[in-house]
């Protein structure tokens, strides 16, 4: 298996422009988590699905963010507009039930 | 509020040497604990998951312990080697009243090995 695939790896964007973060879960994974990780804030769940249906987006900063599961193996992370706060690294992890998450690589986003 | 501390947030060992992380938290109700090693540019990868009656799992080198009581989690890395240098983060997991997972995140140690 591969493994979670997040792309791209890296984004630079312009603050106002629209950024999609996409993902790609384990086959047969249940469970999908979108995470964003600061050096100031550390890991911070943004928002999570199960089965395709999202569970929990308290975490989701501002009505800016959007994320959606559309099937079991594609997720998109939105965010629109996009301000240079939203500089980060944006982690994908998926898991069968509420066992071990397999993590992404994540996505670099810059927003200048 | 539920919150996970960790220390020392940074350290520094000669390779070889031994070295212990700690996690205390404030977590309810507790479901479990995991550790990640995080390696720079990369995503967290599960090391340790621990529920509330275990109180000791080992993975390789690293063994971790939970103090269900106090509220403590350590892990231990022995005879520490260039490639654990990384950052390890605490992670706990309560669950709400609809029986949903709800993480909270250490901010974690980074252990750098030095020759």
């Known amino acids: 298996d591969a493994g979670v695939i997040q792309s791209p790896r890296h984004e630079v964007t312009e603050m106002g422009q629209e950024v999609t973060l996409r993902c790609k879960p384990i086959?047969?994974?249940?469970?999908l988590f979108w995470y964003r990780q600061t050096m100031m804030r550390g890991l911070e769940l943004l928002i999570y699905?199960?089965?395709?249906?999202?569970?929990?987006d308290s975490g989701m900063p501002e009505d800016r963010f959007s994320a959606k599961m559309p099937n079991a193996s594609f997720s998109t992370l939105k965010i629109q507009p996009s301000e240079p706060r939203d500089s980060a690294v944006y982690f994908c992890?998926?898991?069968f039930g509420t066992g071990g998450y397999t993590f992404g690589s994540g996505t670099r986003l810059t927003v200048v | 509020k539920n919150q996970v501390e960790q220390s020392p947030q940074s350290l520094i060992i000669l390779e070889g040497k031994n070295c212990t992380l700690q996690?205390?938290?404030?977590?309810?109700?507790?479901?479990?604990l995991r550790w990640y090693k995080q390696d720079t540019g990369r995503g967290p990868v599960s090391l340790t998951i621990m529920t509330f009656s275990e109180n000791t799992k080992s993975n390789g080198r690293y063994t971790a312990t939970l103090d269900a009581d106090t509220k403590q989690s350590s892990l231990h890395i022995t005879a520490s080697q260039l490639s654990d240098s990384a950052s390890y983060i605490c992670?706990?997991?309560?669950?709400?009243?609809?029986?949903?997972?709800?993480?909270?995140f250490g901010t974690g140690t980074r252990l750098t090995i030095i020759p």
């Open positions: 699905f199960n089965n395709n249906v999202p569970i929990d």
């Open positions: 086959s047969g994974h249940d469970y």
């Open positions: 992670v706990v997991s309560a669950r709400d009243r609809r029986g949903n997972e709800k993480l909270t």
């Open positions: 996690c205390n938290y404030t977590v309810s109700p507790f479901s479990n």
């Open positions: 992890a998926s898991s």
